[in-house]
Every structure is written in structure tokens, then in C-alpha cells.
């Protein structure tokens, strides 16, 4: 349950900016999600309640200032204030820049994606492939002519993902100017019907590795390929990367995705896409994964979807379908679940969705 | 003396004859003429939807478009509300008989290539699709279909209309052209199967800067018994509009 003092901020948080609003035009949106959770392992039920507030604000036709504020509260009545994003932009005539911290999303691959660098997952959340947590960075976007694009990120500091579960002896990476990341992208559009990028990057694998007894974040650096359009009326697309470790212990390897999508005139939508990943060491074997989803709209205004992942090293198959009820303009009911078959508790892929649950959110968005 | 009166009478004819020839249009001439009548060269309007699904369910979206018909064809269409949809953006770009189209979500905050079969399903849960826009937009349709006049009376034509572009689903349109204003009157939509699907009524027209205006549309699909009213609440045609607009850059923005 929201405590009191948890409803007093928000109340006030609402009060101050709509009254600067009116002043500044200050522009505010954001979401109310109330989730009720059943783990159908244990049988516990946990609830919690997470409040986003996004206030934008306008500078003329040049620059632009964007906060994302998150207010969490759990079963235990503990609560958390995030800011998720915080950034300005500014625009140039050729460039646009992003300052603060945000959300790069790179890569064109349905939720699985190579060439995704920046951002960590996090994994505590519902929806683990949906939760970004964001880095701060300097984002610079070149306008070439000839639909040509080339970005440039610099991270400060490494960010870690949430994880689900605690890996011990874990070694976080210090917060240092060696450790700074960096990142660049040239991509070409509308290039005889496809989007193509070429990327690199210098930094941290996101997912920790044994290394002598403890766990790390190993340095690398990666290459990256990303392709996008369409062939006849099919979508395709198809990501891939090469990480070269500093590690000399580590194996170099290659990661790639290659998914179709297709959209029937009954809105029935399709997702299929493969995702392999060659193991870092001699103790890690290849990743190899197929994921399905589908949506459809029923009764015109609610929604059925479901996304399937199976990883065939482990033999895991993780189900995540969902019902979408619409109550009204903005305000929806969403009933699901996650349902995990393994052989292999200890696979990655278990750690990254959790547990099996069935769950309600409460999604409200203003 | 008599065979002067021939020569006049079968000159008359000739005449008479190659008259109502070219007087008789073809399906095609009848679109270009609608086309004429109906399409600016550039256009900016502000739209207002309702979507009632077939138990009488009502909700409401608002969106603003962009297009640009003068050469490539070029349009950017964004959501300005409700909450759950604002922002969210749609670039088309026709480069010979290519077309390209990019989706903005703001959730995502980044531009996607989005397939071509994405313009047979509903625009964003309405009872449009993608490609059904144009003909109320004032797209560039014409070239999209092979077009035959059915009949022919002193108020209208009506059109039989075959898709030529292999990314529109539909087997046929009907279509109801007003014969003295030359904008359509009523469409219909028919399936794969020939089974009629949707039927498209603009009405409450105003000629606006020199072309006829819809100002109310409905799209009522038959089969599911859902229905869309599109409301034109600002129009703005031929007025110059800067090219960056149709860009993925101003996509995000």
C-alpha cells in the first residue's frame, strides 16, 4: 500500500509543477502502474505501486529539457525515488545533442539486440527486456546529406544492470576516466529500401563472466552491423557484433539476431527471430534462442499478446502472454503471466525472467 | 447543289461523332479530374478521430498530418493525444513507386523501418489502414489503381477501382464520384474474397483554397461493426512546408 507521505510528495510534486506549468508552459505526462503479483511457485503475493512523472519543457525551437521522475513502492512499504532520465537537448542545424542521463537505443532487433550498447536491463522489473535504466552520456548526431547519420556517445561510467539474483563475489567496475566508454554509429537510410548502420564500441560486456573466483564486467571492444526493410511484404532485419576481449583469456565472439515480422489485414502481428551468441570462455557455451511474439486487437479496443523465448542450450522455454483490457482512453488493465520450463534452474535466461507469476497492472497514463 | 448538302451533312457527323467521343472519359480521366478537383499540392491538417467499437464503445484521438504531393509523395502524420498514443509519429516517403515508412514511439525514443505489410493493418486501431488515409488525405491514390467507370447518370459516376500496387489487400473499390464537383462521395471496400468489408462516406464538403474538403469522414467496417469519424479541424493546402519535416530527425522531435 502507498503510504501517506508517499501520496503527500506526489500530491505536491503534481501541485508545484502544474502551477509552473501554467506559468512555463511546462508540459507533464507520465504513468501510474499498480501491479498485484502471485508467484505460483511459493504462492506469495506482492503488490507495488510505481508513479512516473515526465516533465518537458520547450526552449524556443533549439533546445529542449526532459525529466523523467519514478516513484516506486514495494510490498515491504519500501519506496524509491528514481530519476530515469534527465537530459537537454539542443539543435543545431546539422547536429542535435544530448546531454544528461538517458536511454540510447541502438539496434533493430525485437527486444534482443547485438548492437544495444549502452543500457543495462533491469532485471527485478515485469517486463526485464522493457526496462532500460539509464546512463549518462554526451550524444551527438551528425545530419550528413544523402539520409546519411553518424552518432557519437561518450559514457563516463559504467552502469550495471539490476539483477535478480546476487552473484557473489561480483566486482563492480570502478568509476574512472579509464573506464569511460564510447560509442559510434553511421547509419544510411532508405538505402535501396533498407536502413543500414555500421557501429563501435568501447567499454564493458553488460553480463558478468567467472574470471579466477570472482565474477567481472570484462573490457571489450565490439564492431557492429545492423540492417532493416523489407523484402516483398515481409520485414527482416538482422544485427551482429564481434567483441574482441582485452581479456586474452576470454574467446572473441560473434553475436547476431536475423527476425522477420508480418502484419496481416486482420492486425495480426508476428515477430519470429533468432538470436545466437558464441560462448566468452571455454565454460560458456553457445547461446542459441528462437523468440516468437504475437498481437492482436480484440473486440477493437483490447489487445492479446504473447512472446515466447526458447534457448535450446538449457532446453528453456519462458512464455509471456497477456490480456490488454481497455477501461478507457488511457487507462488499461493488463493480466498475464510468465511461465518458465527448464531443465536448467541455473541458466542465464532463468535468472533474466525470474519466476513463474501470474499478474494484474493497473496502467494509467496522463 | 446536292452533293454539297452530303459533304455538310457527313462533315456534321465527323464532327458529332468525335464530340461525344471525347467527351466520354475513361475511369482514369475520372480519377485525374478527382484528383484535380481534391488534392493540393501541399496540405497541414489537425485531425479529431472517434473510434466506436461494435458495442457502442467510444474513444477519442487527435492527430495532426503533413503531406507534400508535389513530386515524391511525402507525409508525416503524429498523435497529439490521448496520453497513451501522443507523440507517437508516422514518415511515409514514395521514391519511385518505393515506399518507405518509419514509426516513432516515444516509449522506444528511437526511429524504426517499419515493413510494408504494416499498411494493410488498422492506422493505429482505427478502422483505416495506412493506405485508406490517402484517399481522404488527399494522397496521390490514382496511381494505386486501375480505375473503370460501372455507370454513368447526369449526378455521378461510379468506379470500379483494382489495386495495381501488390501492397494494397483489397480485391476492388466502388467508388461514388460527384459528377458536378468532382470529389468522391462514398467508397467501398471489398476483401480478398470479394465480400464487402468497409464502406467510407465523407461528407459536409467545403471548397477550401480551390479544392473540395470532407470535413466529417466515416469508415465503417462492415464486418466487425466497428466504425472511425475522422473531423477536419484545421486545414491548411498549399501553403509552403519545410522539406526537414519529413525527415526521420524531425521524427524524435
Known amino acids: 500500500m502507498i503510504d501517506i507521505k508517499f501520496l503527500i510528495l506526489i500530491a505536491c510534486l503534481l501541485l508545484i509543477f502544474t502551477s509552473t506549468a501554467l506559468a512555463n508552459q511546462l508540459e507533464i505526462s507520465g504513468s501510474l502502474k499498480s501491479d498485484l503479483i502471485v508467484s505460483t511457485d511459493d504462492g506469495k503475493l506482492t503488490d507495488q505501486e510505481k508513479i512516473n512523472l515526465v516533465l518537458e519543457k520547450g526552449f524556443g525551437f533549439d533546445a ?78 551528425y545530419y550528413a546529406p544523402n539520409d546519411l547519420e553518424i552518432t557519437g556517445v561518450v559514457v563516463p561510467s559504467f552502469k550495471a544492470g539490476k539483477l535478480s539474483t546476487v552473484i557473489p563475489n561480483l566486482i563492480a567496475v570502478e568509476d574512472d576516466l579509464k573506464n569511460i566508454q564510447e560509442g559510434f554509429k553511421v547509419t544510411k537510410r532508405s538505402f535501396r529500401g533498407f536502413d ?132 478507457a482512453s488511457s487507462i488499461e488493465l493488463q493480466i498475464g503471466g510468465t511461465y518458465i520450463n527448464s531443465s536448467n534452474e541455473d541458466a542465464l535466461i532463468t535468472a533474466t525472467f525470474g519466476q513463474n507469476r501470474v499478474y494484474t497492472r493497473l496502467n494509467i497514463e496522463f | 447543289m446536292k452533293r454539297y448538302l452530303v459533304l455538310m451533312i457527313s462533315c456534321i457527323c465527323v464532327f458529332t461523332i468525335s464530340t461525344l467521343v471525347s467527351a466520354q472519359l475513361t475511369g482514369q480521366e475520372v480519377l485525374d479530374k478527382v484528383k484535380i478537383s481534391t488534392e493540393p499540392q501541399t496540405s497541414y491538417v489537425k485531425m479529431r478521430m472517434e473510434l466506436y467499437s461494435s458495442s457502442g464503445q467510444l474513444r477519442r484521438r487527435s492527430l495532426e498530418g503533413y503531406r507534400d504531393n508535389q513530386g515524391d509523395d511525402k507525409a508525416m ?111 467501398e471496400f471489398y476483401d480478398e474474397r470479394g465480400k464487402l468489408e468497409k464502406v467510407l462516406t465523407p461528407e459536409s464538403f467545403e471548397k477550401i483554397a480551390g479544392y473540395w474538403t470532407a470535413h466529417k469522414s466515416t469508415m465503417e467496417n462492415i464486418q466487425e461493426g466497428s466504425k472511425t469519424v475522422i473531423y477536419m479541424e484545421e486545414i491548411t493546402y498549399d501553403k509552403a512546408i519545410n522539406d526537414r519535416i519529413f525527415t526521420t530527425r524531425y521524427l524524435s522531435r
Open chain 1, 64 to 141: 529542449e529539457m526532459y525529466v523523467d521522475l519514478g516513484f516506486r513502492e514495494d510490498y515491504n512499504n519500501k519506496s524509491a525515488t528514481d530519476i530515469n532520465q534527465i537530459y537537454l537537448d539542443y539543435y543545431t542545424n546539422k547536429m542535435d545533442w544530448r546531454i544528461g542521463k538517458q536511454i540510447i537505443n541502438w539496434g533493430s532487433s525485437y527486444k534482443l539486440q547485438p548492437t544495444d550498447y549502452f543500457n543495462p536491463i533491469d532485471q527485478t522489473a515485469l517486463k526485464p527486456l522493457d526496462e532500460k535504466i539509464g546512463v549518462k552520456a554526451v550524444k551527438g548526431i
Open chain 2, 77 to 187: 502524420n503524429r498523435f497529439l493525444s490521448p496520453a497513451t498514443v501522443e507523440g507517437t509519429s508516422f514518415l511515409s516517403l514514395d521514391k519511385d513507386n518505393d515506399e518507405d515508412m518509419y514509426l516513432y514511439l516515444p516509449a522506444l525514443g528511437s526511429v524504426r523501418k517499419i515493413s510494408s505489410s504494416q499498411k494493410n493493418g488498422s492506422f493505429v486501431g482505427t478502422d483505416f489502414t495506412y493506405n485508406d488515409l490517402n484517399l481522404i488525405g488527399g494522397g496521390n491514390y490514382n496511381k494505386d489503381y486501375d480505375a473503370t467507370i460501372l455507370v454513368e447518370n447526369d449526378q455521378e459516376y461510379i468506379l470500379k477501382l483494382v489495386p495495381t500496387d501488390s501492397d494494397i489487400d483489397y480485391k476492388y473499390l466502388k467508388m461514388w464520384i460527384n459528377k458536378k464537383e468532382w470529389h468522391m462521395i462514398k467508397v
Open chain 1, 196 to 327: 543500414l548502420s555500421l557501429s563501435g564500441y568501447h567499454g564493458f560486456d553488460q553480463n558478468p563472466i567467472n574470471n579466477k573466483m570472482n565474477f567481472i564486467y570484462p573490457k571489450l571492444n565490439k564492431i557492429g552491423f545492423d540492417l532493416i526493410g523489407d523484402i516483398g511484404e515481409i520485414g527482416v532485419w538482422t544485427e551482429l557484433t564481434y567483441a574482441l576481449y582485452q581479456d586474452e583469456e576470454l574467446d572473441n565472439g560473434l553475436n547476431t539476431t536475423l527476425g522477420v515480422d508480418y502484419k496481416w489485414s486482420n492486425d495480426l502481428y508476428l515477430v519470429i527471430q533468432a538470436y545466437y551468441q558464441q560462448g566468452r570462455s571455454s565454460s560458456e557455451a553457445d547461446k542459441k534462442m528462437l523468440n516468437f511474439h504475437f498481437d492482436k486487437p480484440v473486440f477493437t479496443f483490447h489487445q492479446i499478446e504473447s512472446n515466447v523465448i526458447y534457448e535450446f542450450e538449457s532446453e528453456t522455454c519462458v512464455l509471456e502472454p497477456q490480456f490488454n483490457y481497455s477501461l
